[in-house]
C-alpha cells in the first residue's frame, strides 16, 4: 500500500521568512496530495491540494509542487506569521475520496 | 461555515466495553469518513462509507468496528469491545463531490480513552 513520510517534523523559523515542507510516496498511482492544517484540539483543515496533472499550485502565501517522476511534493509558506504555528499533515491517495494516506506530520513554529 | 461535529469531545470508557462516537456531516454531503489518530503517530484511515454502504476500510477495521447511517444526518462509527490499544483521537470527515473539486472537512475528533 501507500507509504508517505513528511520531514521535517519539527519546524522553526523566524516571523517574517519562508518554511517548507517535504514529503514522498510510494505508489505511482497516487493523484491527489493534499496539505492539511491542526491547529491544537481541532480537527485537519484544508488548506492546499494539487492533483497529479499539475505541477505547482499557489493560493496567497502558501505553494504546492508535486514532482510526479521522482514521488514527492513540497508546502511553501511565505511571509511566516505567528498565526501559522500548527502542525501540517500531507496526504496522498489515489483520487479526492479515496483513502487519505497521511505523512507524520510536521510541528511549525513561527517565533514573532 | 458549515462544518462536521462530533460527539462526544472526550470519553473514558472500561476495556470490553461498547462505544458509539457520532457524526453530524455537512448537510449536502455524500461521502463519509472515519480517520484516527494514536497519540504521537499518523493519521490513519478507518473506513469510507458512500450510498448506505461501505466503500472501503483499511486493515484496522476488522469485525469489532462499524459504521451505520441511521437516519439522514447522524454517521456513527461503533467500537463493540474496546481495547486499550483502541485509545485514540476519533475524527470523523464527509466530502460533496463539486464542479470545483472534491474536498475532505474533518471534525475536531472525538478523544477515546480505554482504561
Known amino acids: 500500500g501507500e507509504n508517505v513520510e513528511q520531514h521535517p517534523s519539527t519546524l522553526s523559523v523566524q516571523e517574517g521568512d519562508s518554511a517548507v515542507i517535504k514529503c514522498t510516496y510510494s505508489?505511482?498511482?497516487?493523484?491527489?496530495f493534499p496539505w492539511y492544517k491542526q491547529e491544537l484540539g481541532k480537527g485537519p483543515q484544508l488548506i492546499i491540494d494539487i492533483r497529479s496533472n499539475v505541477g505547482e499550485k499557489k493560493d496567497q502565501r502558501i505553494a504546492v509542487t508535486l514532482n510526479k517522476t521522482a514521488k514527492h511534493f513540497s508546502l511553501h509558506i511565505t511571509e511566516t506569521q505567528p498565526e501559522d504555528s500548527a502542525v501540517y499533515f500531507c496526504?496522498?491517495?489515489?483520487?479526492?475520496?479515496?483513502?487519505?494516506?497521511f505523512g507524520g506530520g510536521t510541528r511549525l513554529m513561527v517565533k514573532p | 461555515e458549515p462544518e462536521v461535529t462530533q460527539t462526544p469531545s472526550h470519553q473514558v470508557t472500561q476495556m470490553g466495553q461498547e462505544v458509539i462516537l457520532r457524526c453530524v456531516p455537512i448537510s449536502n454531503h455524500l461521502y463519509f469518513y472515519w480517520y484516527r489518530q494514536i497519540l504521537g503517530q499518523k493519521v490513519e484511515f478507518l473506513v469510507s462509507f458512500y450510498n448506505n454502504e461501505i466503500s472501503e476500510k483499511s486493515e484496522i477495521f476488522d469485525d469489532q468496528f462499524s459504521v451505520e447511517r441511521p437516519d439522514g444526518s447522524n454517521f456513527t462509527l461503533k467500537i463493540r469491545s474496546t481495547k486499550l490499544e483502541d485509545s485514540a483521537m476519533y475524527f470523523c470527515?464527509?466530502?460533496?463531490?463539486?464542479?470545483?473539486?472534491?474536498?475532505?472537512?474533518f471534525g475536531e475528533g472525538s478523544w477515546l480513552t480505554v482504561v
Open positions: 470527515a464527509s466530502m460533496r463531490q463539486g464542479v470545483s473539486g472534491n474536498t475532505i472537512y
Open positions: 505508489d505511482s498511482a497516487s493523484n491527489y
Open positions: 496526504a496522498a491517495s489515489l483520487n479526492a475520496g479515496n483513502m487519505l494516506t
